[in-house]
């Protein structure tokens, strides 16, 4: 069974800190995603990758950096975290047949 | 029904009931899929549909596109208070390996 992990599961910073999240997935999926997920939007995606070393843009990439070390590992870093980044985010990969499972999330809050 | 920048819906139903939610997509997709999402987890697709299929079902569930009009429907008949969850449509706009998600629709069954 697919299997997506992230962590931390929960972090508070203040603004301007430096934050890293970071998830796993052990499914060989070749691509994976970061997305926010805010009250009243859905699933927005800021960033994903089709393969170690590739990063591809999302829709709301502002203010987010990605790196994709391994297939198995996906990080999002905010450099200077700002209030309107707090927020839930998830991880996901993606099978061959478009099917996406996400991690358990992440919720980040920013002071 | 759901999409973009539309509040998040709402829907509040009796266990045993049937329930329909609704999705618009705005560009072309090969693919419509359905997500639900439990109080405190990730989303976890629940049905696929083609854009060569009109219809699509899996127990329960039964999935409707129409590309004409650029809509889908999912349907969930005698619903169970284990239903409770916000389900989200996405599609893929003919991006290989992207998904945009409609902002949701709360579903809350009383047992």
């Known amino acids: 069974e697919a299997a997506v992990t992230q962590s931390p599961r929960n972090k508070v910073t203040v603004t301007g800190g430096n934050v890293t999240l970071s998830c796993r997935q052990t499914n060989s999926h070749n691509y994976m995603y970061w997305y926010r997920q805010d009250t009243g939007h859905g699933l927005r995606l800021i960033h994903y990758s089709y393969g170690a070393g590739n990063l591809q843009i999302g829709d709301v990439p502002d203010g987010y950096k990605a790196t994709r070390t391994t297939q198995e590992d996906f990080f999002l870093l905010l450099e200077l975290a700002s209030p309107s980044q707090t927020s839930l985010y998830f991880c996901?990969?993606?099978?061959?047949?478009?099917?996406?499972?996400f991690g358990p999330g992440t919720r980040l809050t920013v002071l | 029904s759901q999409w973009g920048e539309e509040n998040l819906q709402a829907l509040s139903i009796q266990e045993g009931e049937d329930v329909t939610m609704n999705c618009s997509y705005k560009?072309?997709?090969?693919?419509v899929q359905w997500y639900r999402q439990k109080s405190g987890k990730g989303p976890a697709l629940i049905i696929l549909i083609r854009s060569n299929e009109r219809e699509k079902r899996s127990g329960r569930l039964r999935a409707t596109l129409d590309t004409s009009s650029q809509s889908s429907s999912l349907s969930i008949t005698g619903t169970l208070a284990t239903d409770t969850a916000v389900y989200f449509c996405a599609t893929d706009a003919g991006v290989v390996g992207q998904l945009t998600f409609g902002s949701g629709t709360r579903l809350q069954v009383y047992a």
């Open positions: 996901a990969s993606r099978d061959r047949y478009a099917e996406q499972f």
């Open positions: 560009t072309y997709t090969t693919v």
